[in-house]
């Protein structure tokens, strides 16, 4: 079986391959490099052993993607490519238009030529937007405040309409919750460019010293300890999810959406304080203002992966803070 990955030099699609490559699959890679190097899949060719089929592409260069098919036999798609800065999509909402929905939009008009009509999609928590929590599946989507999470919550409608138009799609949403942590290997992990937006990159640059100070983005939630809460999930138990919901997308036809996501809140103090465990290091951080378009809390329910996917995260904050150091120690100034 070959699996198409889209972005998969990336943060989550490099772990992905990399379980994708342990469990047999023959992994083909389109990734243009925007947010990632070519190192990562020496990587994780390195990791597993095994050989990674790469092509330097854009999902919007419809004839490098059919270059891609022509040339494979691709039996299913994961589909991480895309943006996802949430503060430069509020400035440059054409360009993740234009990169995530138009790409995508390529991107299925090549898999239906070349029929191939199995597909696994990264979406995001972020559709939910402001429904009560703990969020579920059957919950309105759709109430975004960014035009990152509208590309999301936009991709999904599309491949919805897709289906409805032709049934023998098989269609898996993957809303992923937060993804943190690294492979235990310390090889591959996250490794933004430039300052860091979100959490975990941030903290562990302030432990490594490369940045000064970390800014808790409020302390005045109606929460436990007045910080945001969030559901933290390994990036190799999200890996893992691919590999049931590509099992799954094999076997049937459907559009189906799955949290993924451990199931608990953790609050910015509570990683704070995981990982100064795991590192040793008194983390330099002060508590200042909300940031806008932050939610005070959600986390999943992943009743619906469990039993219909039978996936089950196994790491808990501890090993993902282990990880994500274990990773930063080794790579202290990134993969280059
Ligand atoms: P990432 O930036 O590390 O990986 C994305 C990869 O896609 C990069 O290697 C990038 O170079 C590539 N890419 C971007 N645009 C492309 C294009 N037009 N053509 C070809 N390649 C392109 O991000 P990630 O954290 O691994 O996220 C993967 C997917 O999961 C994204 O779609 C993201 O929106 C989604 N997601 C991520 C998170 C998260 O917290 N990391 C949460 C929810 C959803
Ligand atoms: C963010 C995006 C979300 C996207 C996800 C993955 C927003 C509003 N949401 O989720 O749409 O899917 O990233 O890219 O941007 N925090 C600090 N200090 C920091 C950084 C973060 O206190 O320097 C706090 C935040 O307020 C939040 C928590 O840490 O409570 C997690 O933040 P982050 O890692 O950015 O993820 P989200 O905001 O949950």
Partial sequence: MTILVTGGAGYIGSHTCVELLNDGYDVVVVDNYYNSVPEVLNRVEKITGKTVKRYECDIRDREGLEKVFEENTIDAVIHFAGLKAVGESTKLPLLYYQNNVYG????????????????????????????????????????????????????????????????QWSISLLRYFNPIGAHESGLIGEDPNGIPNNLMPYISRVAIGKLPQLTVFG????????????????????????????????????????????????????????????????????IGDRREGDLPAYYADAEKANTEL?????????????DTWNFQTK??????
């Fill in 310 to 322: 039978n996936w089950h995260a196994e790491y808990d904050i501890d090993k993902i803070c282990e």
């Fill in 104 to 167: 995508s939009v390529v991107l299925f008009e090549v898999m239906s030529k070349f029929d191939c009509k199995k597909i696994v999609f990264s979406s995001s928590a972020t559709v939910y937007g402001n429904n009560p929590i703990p969020y579920k599946e059957t919950m309105p989507t759709g109430d975004v405040s960014n035009p990152y999470g509208r590309t999301k919550h936009f991709i999904e409608q599309i491949l919805g309409d897709l289906y409805r138009s032709d049934d």
């Fill in 219 to 286: 302390g005045d939630y109606d929460t436990k300890d007045g910080t945001c809460i969030r559901d933290y999930i390994h990036v190799v138990d999200l890996a893992k999810a691919h590999l049931c919901a590509v099992a799954k997308i094999l076997e049937t036809t459907g559009i189906e959406a799955y949290n993924i996501g451990n199931g608990k809140g953790y609050s910015v103090l509570d990683i704070i304080h995981a990982f100064e465990k795991a590192s040793g290091k008194k983390l330099n951080y002060v």
């Fill in 331 to 336: 790579n202290p100034d990134g993969i280059k």
